[in-house]
């Protein structure tokens, strides 16, 4: 189950909640003489995938999780860099860390992940309980970095490499309903958007071998889940190639992927995330065309629907470009295909005229959600060396407002499309709101609740829809 650290959320501004940085945690294994250890994962599905990695390189060494923070004998926080919010939120938790610490001298603390890669040995001189510092690239090291700090010394470790997919390290799922998991299938970005920090967190683009995915598949599969997602920054530029091989007989794209994963069982949902505008292809349209178990979901960042700020935004397409891709989705996959965005309000020096670009863009797709945010200046960015960061806080509150608002009403709307029609369920686990209703998703990834009869968690079923808000769908099975 998703964890939600509350009291770090509640100094939170109402757009940093909406930055959906919400922190993740381990499990309780049970009672054991092992170590103990605590992993508190923020940012995104890569982060929270990453998390389950580290599990597992621990777990080899000896160490067993817990769900509670004040139980542990190591606290990893795995944090994100993405806003400056983003950090706050790791800055403040970590104060709450020192505390503990200071009640419990031997207790040690790493930060992970992409803050870690971005302010390097600089953490250590902020944040002085902070012992160990890991890059992304860097968690096989971990044992290793661990021993250093149990003699007292600070481990740092943030080498990023050209090669590390951790293809042949088994993830332990962490907050898992043993329905859906996540599968990382590349690592690293190559592309420079001006505003993104993530090329500098995460290093150089690499693909991970197909023939490890689509085993870690088949297992997930054989383990009872019925539901992969395909991870990755721009998981369309997926590509491997056999070594020795040439490029036209050895290589597999992100079609061919999907394809073999999708063969994996027609029982097996595939999602994948995230897709982008300049290199979504027709042909990975017309794959989840052909198989019914490729979800007709697509998360396709649009940032600004203006040109000229995509061009200083350097997201290498504009918004005839955007709006072309849509289109093809439409006319492959049809109408109901669930599509979602992000959206960032008040780049550098984007006008009035600009932001209407992007509420008219967003009329134009009807998305079915979003994730928007405000412009946050990271260091070192090409847009922080090259830009000012001139729209002022307010200004871009109110456009991020205006965004979130048209956004609503569209989600209503797409929702209301589906009133009234039957949906494929699969059923992922009781209803937050309600212990009399199961919530599971269809396949534009609507979340569909509905009362649980004798269905059990795991299967799909079909639901009629008779109700919704923007962000729900109600109904019951037939
Ligand atoms: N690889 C994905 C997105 C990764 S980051 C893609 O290219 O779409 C997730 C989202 O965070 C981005 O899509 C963007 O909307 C937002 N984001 C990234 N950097 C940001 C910044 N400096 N300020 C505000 N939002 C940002
Ligand atoms: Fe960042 Fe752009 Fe890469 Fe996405 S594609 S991670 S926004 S640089
Ligand atoms: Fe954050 Fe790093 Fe993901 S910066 S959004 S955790 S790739």
Known sequence: MTQIVTDTLKILSESDKEACETARITANEPISNKKRLFIESYGCQMNFSDSEIVASVMKEAGFATTSDVNDADLIFLNTCAIRDNAEQKVRIRLQHLNAIKRRKPGLLIGVLGC????????????????????????????????????????????FLSREETYADISPIRL????????????????????????????????????????????????????????????????????????????????????????????????????????????????????????????HLPAQSGNSRVLELMNRTYDRAWYLERIDRIRAILGEDCGISHDMIAGFCSETEAEHQDSLSLMEYVKFDFGYMFVYSERPGTPAAKKYKDDIDPETKQRRLTEIISVQRRLSLERNQRAIGKVHRVLIEGTSKKS????????????????????????????????????????????
């Open 115 to 158: 803050m870690a890669e971005r302010l390097k040995t600089k953490l250590l001189e902020e944040e002085k309980m902070v012992d160990i510092v890991t890059g992304p690239d860097a968690y096989r090291d971990l044992p290793r970095l661990v021993e250093e700090a149990e003699t007292g010394q600070k481990a740092v470790n943030v």
């Open 175 to 298: 907050n898992s309903n043993g329905i859906t998991a996540m599968i990382s299938i590349m690592r690293g970005c190559d592309n420079m958007c001006s505003f993104c920090v993530v090329p500098y967190t995460r290093g150089r683009e690499r693909s991970r071998d197909p023939e490890s995915i689509v085993a870690e598949a088949r297992q997930l599969f054989d383990q009872g889940y019925r539901e992969v997602t395909l991870l990755g920054q721009n998981v369309d530029s997926y590509k491997w190639t056999a070594e020795n091989g040439s490029e036209k007989d050895n290589s597999v794209n992100f079609a061919q992927l999907l394809e073999r994963v999708a063969l994996v069982h027609p029982d097996l949902r595939v999602r994948f995330s995230t897709s982008h505008p300049k290199d979504i292809t027709d042909q990975v349209l017309y794959t989840i065309k052909r198989y019914d178990n490729i979800c007709n979901y697509i």
């Open 435 to 478: 212990a009399e209703q199961f919530s599971g998703r269809n396949d534009q990834n609507k979340v569909i609740v509905f009362p649980k009869e004798n269905y059990q968690v795991g299967t799909y079923v079909n639901v009629l829809v008779t109700e919704c808000t923007s962000a729900t769908l109600k109904g019951h099975a037939v």
